[in-house]
């Protein structure tokens, strides 16, 4: 009897202590599957497909991605939903000096902006961390950071810079008042230097003809060319964050090799253009894009990492940014009320493929992805629209739906950035 007893509580001992290790084993499990992944987000980026015309439902669909190991899914940080953030924003207008004006939405009394500001990107299935200048900081001391591409890539530079002004403010080199041109700043406690290199279509370009408007009239556009604007003055940069799509909207020449080969977007007004074939807008931008990144791949004097940002949509609706078309909205939208449109889709299609084929090219993690563009298409709220500028006053973007406001959703992107440079 006392052989049975000790028996029976030998076996009860046993299946706690296994109950214990499997409550453990589950436990370290499930904490394991929270932990986010710099680079479970770049795999996910990498194994996007999507095909060129398709809707931005299938071409951004959320995959899997090798997560070093554990069998689990991996966090894609692009997908997810805006959602509530009181302490948001970081900064505003008064505690910031270097938002251009034309982004002060605080400034111009832009409606409902109270509420508009009140949001933070939160990928499903895990969070994004909140930017950490201090930290951002330290991680670039004694580097350097170009961007590289059109207006909104400054955009996005002086959002960064707002963002880490709480920490340090920077030093203009050589300080110009152009608003189109390589603009260069340095950080004196930190020994960083950032700059934009502004480069519409990343590749050589110009006007058609003397006195053509530069907004509005048909541009010659090199695919294979690299543009030297940014070229010449690269090597040595320690990150460039590439970008570019919304001036392939416009009338371009196409010319390869020297030889003419195409026309983008009505460009009947060129003598030169009736005996070419009109090229599909995400055409211009899949060699343009290819040749940008071979250059900075094969530069002799580059060595530093590459972020390619996908295309931020503009949000124009009831018509064009020269015919009375705005952007009204006050709230962001949710991930299943509205896809990329079809061009859009087909811009970040082709991004996306050209990076892979980059990447799949070069020393692994040398080539990064910042896929912004579903996150972006979910914020037609956040644009300056007619309140970049006083209603008096004549300027080039009289209603502005391509930019963001600073403070604004572009704040989200210096997250991301410094989510994959911790990587």
Request: glycine share 8%; charged share 20%; proline share 6%.
């Amino acid at each position: 009897m006392k052989q049975s007893s000790l028996l029976v509580r030998r076996a009860a001992s046993n299946t706690g202590l296994l109950l214990i290790l499997l409550l453990v084993a589950f436990t370290v499990s499930n904490y394991s599957s929270l932990m986010l992944s710099p680079r479970q987000y770049i795999g996910a980026s990498d194994e996007a497909t999507a095909s060129r015309g398709t809707s931005a439902r299938s071409s951004t669909r959320a995959s899997k991605a090798d997560d070093g190991g554990s069998g689990g899914a991996a966090c894609d940080i692009a997908r997810g939903e805006w959602v509530l953030d009181p302490a948001a924003p970081y900064y505003t207008n008064e505690t910031c000096p270097l938002i251009d004006s034309r982004q002060d939405c605080m400034r111009y009394g832009k409606p409902g902006l109270e509420s508009i500001l009140r949001w933070r990107w939160h990928p499903h299935g895990c969070d994004l961390p909140r930017f950490d200048a201090a930290a951002f900081l330290r991680l670039v001391r004694g580097k350097s950071m170009a961007f590289v591409g059109d207006s909104v890539a400054r955009n996005h530079m002086q959002s960064l810079m707002c963002l880490i002004s709480k920490v340090e403010l920077p030093t203009e080199i050589e300080a110009k008042e152009c608003i189109h041109c390589t603009r260069k700043y340095h950080y004196r406690a930190h020994n960083f230097t950032v700059c934009v290199f502004w480069t519409p279509f990343l590749v050589r370009w110009n006007l058609t003809r003397a006195g053509a408007l530069q907004f509005m009239d048909p541009h010659n556009v090199f695919p294979d060319e690299a543009d030297p604007e940014w070229t010449r003055d690269i090597a040595g940069y320690d990150y460039v964050v590439l970008n570019g799509a919304k001036w392939f909207t416009r009338p371009t020449m196409l010319y390869e090799g020297g030889r003419l080969v195409g026309c983008n977007n009505d460009c009947g007004r060129e003598p030169n253009a009736t005996a070419t074939a009109n090229a599909p807008p995400h055409y211009a931008v899949s060699v343009s894009f290819r040749t940008a990144l071979r250059a900075l791949r094969e530069h002799p004097g580059f060595r530093g990492t590459v972020i390619v940002r996908t295309v931020a949509p503009p949000h124009y609706e009831n018509g064009k940014w020269y015919d009375g078309g705005n952007c009204l909205r006050t709230r962001p939208m949710l991930s299943n009320e509205m896809g990329l449109p079809e061009t859009e889709a087909a811009f970040h299609a082709a991004q996306v493929e050209e990076f892979r084929a980059a990447a799949s090219a070069a020393a692994a993690g040398r080539f990064l992805l910042m896929d912004v563009s579903e996150m972006m298409q979910m914020r037609g709220d956040g644009h300056p629209g007619q309140y970049g500028h006083w209603p008096h006053e004549k300027v080039g973007f009289g209603i502005d739906c391509v930019h963001w406001c600073l403070p604004g959703p572009v704040d989200a992107w210096s997250e991301l950035l410094l989510h994959l440079l911790s990587g």
